[in-house]
């Protein structure tokens, strides 16, 4: 290990990082009543696999390492507005890798990631 002091802003993203959690929700076709625009609604329809959410806990978006059978509505509307944060929602099979981005504060994960906590902090 390494003695180096950390910045604040990695001690954050450390202390948001948490084990993975498994929970399904039921399918719902994205409609206009939801909100869910055409986009989302066609990627919904194409990739019928499980995703995990790398991101950190937003209230009404995701839990940080929540696995989704479908991405859920308040994150959708959330990617539509900023489009990075659709790479916090992964297949489950990519999360060595994302962990490892996120750890070495490194790549598209940790930038994701970044954003989103700072959306997070600004939107209390």
């Known amino acids: 290990m390494s003695n ?24 719902e076709e994205a409609t ?9 609604a066609e990627a919904a329809e194409t990739d019928t696999k499980p995703k995990m959410y790398v991101g950190p806990t937003i209230p009404g978006v995701g839990i940080q390492n929540r696995v989704y059978t479908e ?22 099979e990519e999360y060595p890798k994302a962990n490892r981005m996120l750890r070495e504060r490194t790549g598209y994960i940790f930038s994701a990631f970044s954003k989103a906590l700072e959306y997070k902090n600004n939107n209390k």
């Open 71 to 92: 991405i859920p509505e308040g994150a959708a509307s959330l990617i539509v507005e900023h489009p990075e944060f659709g790479n916090l929602f992964i297949d489950i």
């Open 32 to 40: 206009e009543e939801t909100g869910a625009t055409e986009e989302v």
């Open 4 to 27: 180096k002091k950390k910045t604040q802003p990695a001690e954050a993203v450390e202390a948001e990082v948490k084990e993975p959690e498994v929970v399904e929700t039921e399918a």
